[in-house]
């Protein structure tokens, strides 16, 4: 699992790839936790394009992150899940409560 952060007028962009289980949730989990409370930011993007495989760890670790942010005043926003994310998003309603978006960067 790779993860980089990018923090920026208020937003905090994490990008995730690899594959989100057990062990590398916890450490995303305590690496974006700490990222979190040094930023403060208003609005956590969670980019998930670039994960290949993801179990209920990888859940919780976007459902951990929702519950931190909105205590803290802010939002999360899914960015372009990947087909594994995607689809254990859309299973569990986690789309009813957190805002799933594609990645617009790129676009012209």
Known sequence: ???????????????????????????????????INREHPKVLFIDTSGISFCDS??????MGRYRLMKSL??????????????????????DRLIKVEEDKRNEQ
């Open 1 to 35: 699992m790779k993860f980089n952060y990018k923090y920026s007028d208020g937003a905090l962009c994490v990008t995730l790839s690899g594959e989100m289980d057990h062990h590398s949730a916890k450490t995303a989990r305590e690496n974006t936790d700490a990222v």
């Open 57 to 62: 760890s990888g859940l919780g670790y976007v």
């Open 73 to 94: 005043g802010g939002e999360t926003v899914l960015i372009s899940p990947s087909g594994p994310v995607s689809k254990m998003v859309m299973l569990s309603g986690m």
